[in-house]
């Protein structure tokens, strides 16, 4: 069974001139077939985790180790993370300018399963994938992030997820702006992915209602670069209601 394993994890970003350290030592264990769900006051270091955790340049590891099946995640390229398993969704923010997204899927597919998904299979499961997310066929042909809306940004994102079936994904707000009911289509994309059971899955967000629809394993409080509190799903209830104040008091958040 695929593990991710985090011990300890400091990260750096240069800003300013100056170096300052956001992760003071992230500890989690996410196994394959689990939800977590990372939740956090906004400045928390949340999306420096995803970065540093996808090999984004800006982000200096400076100790700490993260595996994958005992694997160092640390010393793999972008492309090798992918290949062994590790999907982030912010790993392809940019605009790919003159590449469709249909021929971007399958270099993405033939990149982690090592060989070409078959044409008319692949044509074929894209096409389905698309339809539950309710994506309308012509954006198939599209450029890849060009001019694309934030919802559909973020439907990309869970079809890539739908594809790849990696063993780990970690998703970084991917509830920002989006109304209800692309939320609600995005989290059954996500729960789809789960009932699998083949992935493991990190959620990062800033809010509690993506947690109406995915029911996470286990719930993590993010303040100043670290998990300090982990528990049950009824840890997001207790969010919901007192919000961080009892995580940030007393203490600058990052
Ligand atoms: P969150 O996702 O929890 O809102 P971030 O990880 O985005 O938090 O940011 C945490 C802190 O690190 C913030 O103070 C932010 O300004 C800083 N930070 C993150 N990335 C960079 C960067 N690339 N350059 C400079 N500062 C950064
Ligand atoms: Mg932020
Ligand atoms: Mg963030």
């Known amino acids: 069974m695929a593990t991710l394993e985090i011990r300890d994890l400091h990260v750096t970003v240069e800003a300013d001139n100056a170096t300052k350290e956001i992760l003071k030592g992230v500890d989690l264990t996410v196994k394959q077939g689990e939800t977590h769900a990372i939740m956090g006051p906004n400045g928390s270091g949340k999306s420096t985790l995803a970065y540093s955790l996808a090999g984004h340049p800006k982000y200096t ?3 700490g180790t993260v595996t994958l099946d005992g694997e160092d995640v640390l010393a793999m390229s972008v492309d090798e993370r992918a290949r062994a398993g590790l999907f982030l969704a912010m790993q392809y923010p940019v605009e790919v300018p003159g590449v469709s997204v249909s021929n971007f899927l399958r270099t993405s597919a033939t990149a982690v399963r090592g060989e070409a998904p078959k044409l008319r299979t692949w044509v074929k499961e894209v096409k389905e994938n698309m339809e539950r997310l309710h994506m309308d066929p012509s ?39 989006l109304d209800v009911d692309a939320l609600r289509i995005v989290s059954e994309g996500v729960n789809r992915v789960r009932e699998t059971g083949e992935t493991g899955t990190l959620l990062i967000t800033h809010y509690t209602r993506i947690l109406r629809y995915i029911k996470p394993d286990f719930v993590h409080v993010f303040s100043g670069g670290r998990i300090v509190e982990s528990g049950g799903p009824e840890l997001a209830d207790k969010l919901e209601n007192e919000g961080y104040e009892a995580y940030t008091k007393g203490g600058v958040s990052a």
Not at 147 to 174: M, N, W
Request: glycine share 12%.
């Open 61 to 63: 590891v400076t100790g």
């Open 139 to 177: 954006f198939a042909e599209r450029n890849v992030n060009e001019g694309f809306s934030g919802g559909e940004k973020k439907r990309h994102e869970i079809l890539q997820l739908e594809l790849l079936k990696p063993q780990v994904a970690i998703l970084d707000e991917t509830d920002s702006g």
